[in-house]
C-alpha cells in the first residue's frame, strides 16, 4: 500500500507543474481574449477570435527573452567570474563545459562517426568520432584523433591511431552516439 501511495505522490509531482502551467495560460487566455474582445468590440466593433492566444504567444516570447537576457545572462557572468578565480575548479569546469557543447551544445564537435580497426589479428573494431585529422603539432603526420565514447557513461576515451585504420562511417552522428552509449542496445 505504501508503494502505491509512493507512486500516486510520484504521479502529482509529475502532472502538477504541467498543470499548473496549463490553467495558468488558459485563465490568461480567457482574460486576454475577454479583456480585449470587449474594448475591440466598444470601439471598433470588430471582432477578432483567437487574438488572446495571440497576445499570450508573444507575451511568452518576451518573458523568455527577458529570462534569457536579463536575469540569465548576468548570471552565467557572475558564475563564470567566481568560477574563472579557481584554478583547479576552472579547468575541471571548462573541460565538462566544452565536452557538453560538444554533445549536445550549438557547436557539435562530433559530427565525424568512424570505425577504428584497433586490433589487425583479431579484426576488433571500435566506433568513435573523428576529432582531430590533423596532429602534425604533436609530431604525427599519418595519425588522427579519435574519441571512443563509453556505453552508459557521459565519459570516453581518445586515442591517436593511425589514419589508415579509420573508416568514415555515412551515418547520422546522433545514432551513432545512441548506438555506442546505449552499448549497442539501440538500433542504427
Known sequence: MKRIIRYFLQGILYLAPLAITGYIIYMLFRFTDGLLQEYLEAYL?????????????LFLVLLGWVGQSIIARPFRILINKI???????????????????ALVGKEKKFTHPVLVKVNAVSE???????????????GEK???????????????????????????????????????????????
Do not use: C, W
Open 45 to 57: 466593433h470588430i471582432k477578432v477570435p483567437g487574438l488572446g492566444i495571440l497576445i499570450i504567444v
Open 124 to 138: 576488433l573494431e571500435k566506433l568513435g568520432f573523428l576529432t582531430q585529422s590533423d596532429l602534425k603539432k604533436l
Open 142 to 188: 599519418e595519425k588522427v584523433a579519435v574519441y571512443f565514447p563509453h556505453s552508459y557513461n557521459f565519459s570516453g576515451e581518445l586515442f591517436i591511431v593511425p589514419a589508415v585504420h579509420v573508416r568514415p562511417l555515412d551515418l547520422p552522428p546522433g545514432d551513432v552516439m545512441k548506438f555506442i552509449v546505449s552499448g549497442g542496445v539501440v538500433n542504427l
Open 83 to 101: 568560477i574563472s578565480r579557481a584554478p583547479l575548479v576552472r579547468d575541471v569546469y571548462n573541460i565538462i563545459r566544452d565536452l557538453f557543447s
